[in-house]
């Protein structure tokens, strides 16, 4: 993956946060959508891979970790 998603967990740009989906599966590994609270947007990345990468380094640069949008 490049830098180009950076931004998601370097804190140039504002609201980027991971919204846990399946908060009440306990058992199961959590999944997450990441998730602007400014714009109330999700960003979906076309390659699944650079998207869980993404995804990995928000929770590794502890990125805000939601379980509602509101």
């Known amino acids: 993956m490049s830098n180009e ?5 370097d ?3 504002q609201g980027w946060a991971l919204l ?3 908060l009440q599966d306990r058992d199961q590994e959590p ?3 990441i998730f602007n609270q400014a714009t ?3 960003l979906l990345i076309s390659n699944s891979s650079d998207y869980a ?3 990995q380094s928000m929770l ?3 990125v805000k970790v939601i379980t509602d949008v509101a």
């Open 5 to 9: 998603y950076r931004y998601l967990w």
């Open 11 to 13: 804190g140039s740009a």
């Open 20 to 22: 846990h989906t399946n």
């Open 31 to 33: 999944q997450y959508l």
């Open 40 to 42: 109330k947007m999700a």
């Open 53 to 55: 990468a993404a995804k």
């Open 60 to 62: 590794d640069h502890g």
